[in-house]
T-cell receptor, first 111, second 116 residues
Framework: GQSLEQPSEVTAVEGAIVQINCTYQ??????LSWYQQHDGGAPTFLSY????GLEETGRFSSFLSRSDSYGYLLLQELQMKDSASYFC????????????FGAGTRLFVKA | GAGVSQSPSNKVTEKGKDVELRCDPI?????LYWYRQSLGQGLEFLIY????????KSGLPSDRFSAERTGGSVSTLTIQRTQQEDSAVYLC??????????????FGPGTRLLVL
């Protein structure tokens, strides 16, 4: 089976840097995705890592270590609008396009 | 150029009634996914369709749930004899396929279902 673990809540101040971790267990692995969801809104895609290392997209970066079954999302120069839930997700080789999401990390950005 | 659309946006029904939820994916997206999200929880995979292949129904919680996709486009999720525990937001997503494009799913706004 597949499972993902991520912290339930993280709080940070505006302008700071925050890291949201995700560990996963899958039987086979394609890559790790990250989605953002604001309250009452739909999830939106942020990033995808298939290979080890850091992928940078503006203020957001995502890291993957396949050997450690671990990844993280790094948010820099935090803004109030970054307050949202962040989900990591995996698609398992045995599951076709079936995608499993973590329970989500609620990020609170304080002034 | 529209995104994924879902209807209705909200649905209130009585326990035991059947409901149909509709999803219109982005034009040209061959993969379509249904998820369920309870308040404050993560996304629970229900089913996905990819082209003409048999759908993966492994996430459907019971035989009261079914889904179909007509003409490779619009999809309908049907819940029969609704129960209060079915209350949740039902999210639909679509994606392209191939060369890693399936890793980016585009979500609709969801249908908020409340079973009284």
């Amino acid at each position: 089976g597949q499972s993902l673990e991520q912290p339930s809540e993280v709080t940070a101040v505006e302008g700071a840097i925050v890291q949201i971790n995700c560990t996963y267990q899958t039987s086979g692995f394609y890559g790790l995705s990250w989605y953002q969801q604001h309250d009452g809104g739909a999830p939106t895609f942020l990033s995808y890592n298939a290979l080890d290392g850091l992928e940078e997209t503006g203020r957001f970066s995502s890291f993957l270590s396949r050997s450690d079954s671990y990844g993280y999302l790094l948010l820099q120069e935090l803004q109030m609008k970054d307050s949202a839930s962040y989900f990591c997700a995996v698609r398992d080789r045995t599951g076709g396009f079936k995608t499993i999401f973590g329970a989500g990390t609620r990020l609170f950005v304080k002034a | 150029g529209a995104g994924v659309s879902q209807s209705p946006s909200n649905k209130v029904t009585e326990k035991g009634k059947d409901v149909e939820l509709r999803c219109d994916p982005i034009s040209g997206h061959t993969a379509l996914y249904w998820y369920r999200q309870s308040l404050g929880q993560g996304l629970e995979f229900l089913i996905y369709f990819q082209g003409n292949s048999a759908p993966d129904k492994s996430g459907l919680p019971s035989d009261r749930f079914s889904a179909e996709r007509t003409g490779g486009s619009v999809s309908t999720l049907t819940i029969q004899r609704t129960q209060q525990e079915d209350s949740a937001v039902y999210l639909c997503a679509s994606s392209l396929v191939g060369a890693g494009r399936q890793e980016t799913q585009y979500f609709g706004p969801g249908t908020r279902l409340l079973v009284l």
